[in-house]
């Protein structure tokens, strides 16, 4: 409506500015060539001057009637009426108005026409001049079209300015709601949880305050409960020492207590059994020691010393340690070669190697004849050693166990080999897992990773 409204104010303009120019100029021509009774002569200045407005120019009587038309064959043919238009006629000749424009119509067309008094030099009232515009479609399509734009970009704008008023309106209040939840996801219970710090009043401070609370209480029960796991560990610890003590200990009371008999007695024999006697008591202690020696290499797992070295190598050297083990057949499986270096401690990585083949050793039964399998091999970025055995396996219901110290599937044993085992691999950054099949035997898999570019640069 106000494209329409606006389009027609410009058109009654521009056809009200075309009228006064129109009528300064006949005027001044019809006052000079004295042509107002003659109709052929004023149509001929009516069509020239239609010709250089650009617009039709027709003359009325003082009663209404055609006098004279730049396009008289409007007329002729009953397009137009000869008659001057009813309310024109009206607003000029009662109501005296010195212009007046409206809409008029022929057929389905629609225009503009505009009426004025024509006067002489005296001011006398002679006739009525009349001019039509026909306003062209295409402009006012195209101002239609231009308004549309203006007012789509307008929309467009607007739109992209709620959207961006809106999402930070939106981070103004979820800011601390995300703060909490970078908070929340951020809890550890291995290590310090820093409070929020939140200066508002308002509904989120109150959640703040919880979360605050809920933290504290958080690493006072973190440190309760790494206090009982660590009295817990110690107590395992001891129980498990003690266990170790007392088995060697037993025999070795024995023996004493036989050499005291056998003292007493004076038999001839005494020197042999005296020799029985000693040997088991140095085998006993041998065990102390050695039980002595896991327990102090789990406690203080020394630091690793990586150094770059080939691993297939090493891998050859642990394995021809164990060829001579009987009634078992050891095969080696080694795919790397002399440019395949990983970046560990080469003692400890000794220790595992050796640690696994000899649990491979001891899971297979005395009435079985075993069979051991070691391979390594270079898979993606990282190297993968296996050593596989047709052992007795791992129940099941121990698989969840099989790294935690102190727990073991044999009669005798520390249990810290495979724990010890699992420190080396990780402190190495590497991984250790394994698949059993109770009765078939167990896979023990260590994942090691290639070193980086800059370690292997001399």
């Known amino acids: 409506y106000y494209i329409l409204s606006e389009n027609k104010s410009n058109n009654e303009g521009l056809l009200s500015e075309k009228v006064s120019s129109v009528l300064i100029e006949l005027t001044h021509k019809l006052e000079k060539e004295q042509a107002m009774g003659d109709k052929q002569k004023l149509e001929l200045y009516l069509e020239k001057f239609a010709k250089v407005f650009f617009t039709d120019i027709n003359l009325y009587s003082l009663d209404g009637k055609l006098i004279a038309s730049s396009r008289p064959q409007v007329f002729n043919r009953g397009l137009l009426s000869q008659q001057m238009n009813p309310e024109a006629f009206q607003a000029l000749s009662f109501k005296t108005e010195s212009r007046f424009i409206h809409e008029e119509r022929i057929g389905g067309l629609q225009y503009l026409s505009a009426y004025v008094p024509f006067m002489d030099s005296n001011k006398k009232v002679l006739a009525y001049l009349n001019l039509p515009y026909f306003a062209k479609q295409t402009e006012l399509e195209d101002e239609l079209s231009r308004f549309l734009v203006t007012v789509i970009n307008v929309l467009v704008l607007l739109f992209v300015l709620s959207i961006l008023v809106a999402v930070l309106i939106s981070n103004w209040i979820t800011r601390p709601l995300q703060l909490l939840k970078d908070n929340l996801a951020a809890i550890r219970l291995d290590r310090t949880n820093k409070p929020i710090d939140y200066e508002g009043s308002d509904e989120i401070a109150s959640l703040v305050r919880e979360y605050n609370s809920k933290v504290e209480e958080l690493q006072h029960n973190a440190e309760l409960l790494a206090k009982s796991e660590r009295e817990s560990a110690w107590r395992e610890m001891a129980k498990q020492v003690a266990h170790e003590i007392k088995n060697p200990l037993t025999p070795m009371k024995l023996s004493i207590q036989y050499l005291q008999k056998s003292r007493l007695d004076e038999g001839e024999d005494w020197e042999s059994r005296f020799k029985r006697s000693t040997d088991m008591l140095i085998e006993q202690i041998d065990t102390l020691s050695s039980i002595a020696t896991a327990f102090s290499d789990f406690a203080q797992m020394p630091k690793a010393q990586n150094e770059l070295f080939e691993l297939g190598t090493l891998v050859e050297q642990v394995v021809d340690l164990f060829s001579e083990e009987p009634d078992v057949s050891l095969y080696l499986n080694n795919e790397l070669s002399s440019l395949d270096k990983v970046l560990a401690d080469k003692d400890q990585m000794t220790r595992l190697l050796t640690n696994l083949i000899k649990n491979a050793l001891q899971s297979i039964p005395d009435d079985q004849e075993g069979r051991i399998d070691v391979e390594v091999v270079s898979k993606g970025h990282q190297y993968i050693l296996e050593v596989r055995d ?50 078939k035997g167990t896979s023990f898999y260590v994942s090691l990773p290639f070193p980086e570019a800059s370690d292997l640069e001399p």
């Open 390 to 439: 047709n052992g007795s396996g791992i129940p099941s219901d121990m698989h969840d166990k099989i790294f935690v110290p102190n727990f073991t599937t044999k009669s005798t044993g520390t249990g810290l080999g495979l724990a010890m085992s699992k420190n080396i691999v990780e402190q190495a950054g590497g991984r250790i897992w394994f698949t059993s099949k109770e009765g």
